[in-house]
C-alpha cells in the first residue's frame, strides 16, 4: 500500500552541486506532479506530467528540469543547485487531468536545504 | 487568472467546538473542483473533502463539511467538534478543465494554521 514514494527525505546541498529527486507511484495514475512549499506560500507547481512521454511547466520551473522515466516514475533535477530552492519538495499523482473530481495523491516529501 | 485567497492565515478553536476556515476562488472556468487538504507537523498531505462546481448539494466527509456558495465563490471548510488531532495546517485548493486557466492542475491557497486549545 505505498502509494507516492519519494527519495530522498532530507537532503543538504552545497551551492553549485547538482541531485535528482525521485518519485514513484503505484497507483496507475497518468499523471504526475511536483510541487515546491515554502513559508507563507502554499503549494506551487513546479512541473507537471499530464501523461506518460509529456511534461509541461508549472508556475515556477526555473533552475529545474523533469524526466517522465515510465508511467511509474517521475523525477526532479536540480542541475546548480541555489540557496532559493531550499524547500519542501512534494511529489503526486493523479487520474487523469481531465477528471476535475481525482484528488491528488501526495508523496511525504523531500526537505532540501541549499547552502 | 486562477487564484485561492486564505485569508486566515491562524485560527484558535476550543476542543470540541466548531470551527470554518475560510476559501475564497476565482476562475473564468464553468467547470471545476474545490478541495481541502490537510497537513499535521509530520508533513503529509491528507486529502480531506472534494466539491465540485454543478455539485447541488454541500460534500460532507464526516466531521468535515464544505460550505460551498458559489455566487460568492467561497468553499469554507466546517470541522465539527474539534479534536487536539485536528491541529494541523489547511490548504484549500482548486481544479479547473485542462482547456481552462488552470490546465488541469491543483492550484492552491497559502493555507492556514489551525490550533485546537484543550
Known amino acids: 500500500n505505498a502509494g507516492v514514494t519519494q527519495t530522498p527525505k532530507f537532503q543538504v546541498l552545497k551551492t553549485g552541486q547538482s541531485m535528482t529527486l525521485q518519485c514513484a507511484q503505484d497507483?496507475?495514475?497518468?499523471?504526475m506532479y511536483w510541487y515546491r512549499q515554502d513559508p507563507g506560500m502554499g503549494l506551487r507547481l513546479i512541473y507537471y506530467?499530464?501523461?506518460?512521454?509529456?511534461?509541461d511547466k508549472g508556475e515556477v520551473p526555473n533552475g529545474y528540469n523533469v524526466s517522465r522515466l515510465n508511467k511509474r516514475e517521475f523525477s526532479l533535477r536540480l542541475e546548480s543547485a541555489a540557496p532559493s530552492q531550499t524547500s519542501v519538495y512534494f511529489c503526486?499523482?493523479?487520474?487523469?487531468?481531465?477528471?476535475?473530481?481525482?484528488?491528488?495523491?501526495f508523496g511525504n516529501g523531500t526537505r532540501l536545504t541549499v547552502t | 487568472a486562477q487564484k485561492i485567497t486564505q485569508t486566515q492565515p491562524g485560527m484558535f478553536v476550543q476542543e470540541k467546538e466548531a470551527v470554518t476556515l475560510d476559501c475564497t476562488y476565482d476562475?473564468?472556468?464553468?467547470?471545476?473542483?474545490l478541495f481541502w487538504y490537510k497537513q499535521p507537523s509530520s508533513g503529509e498531505m491528507i486529502f480531506l473533502i472534494y466539491?465540485?462546481?454543478?455539485?447541488?448539494q454541500n460534500a460532507t466527509e464526516g466531521r468535515y463539511s464544505l460550505n460551498f456558495q458559489k455566487a460568492r465563490k467561497s468553499a469554507n471548510l466546517v470541522i465539527s467538534a474539534s479534536q487536539l488531532g485536528d491541529s494541523a495546517m489547511y490548504f484549500c485548493?482548486?481544479?479547473?478543465?485542462?482547456?481552462?486557466?488552470?490546465?488541469?492542475?491543483?492550484?492552491f491557497g497559502k493555507g492556514t494554521k489551525l490550533s485546537v486549545k484543550p
Open positions: 506530467s499530464a501523461s506518460e512521454g509529456t511534461t
Open positions: 485548493a482548486m481544479r479547473g478543465g485542462v482547456y481552462g486557466g488552470s490546465q488541469g492542475n491543483l492550484i
Open positions: 466539491q465540485g462546481s454543478y455539485d447541488e
Open positions: 476562475t473564468s472556468d464553468q467547470s471545476y473542483g
Open positions: 497507483m496507475n495514475h497518468n499523471s
Open positions: 503526486a499523482s493523479s487520474d487523469h487531468p481531465g477528471m476535475i473530481n481525482s484528488p491528488l495523491h
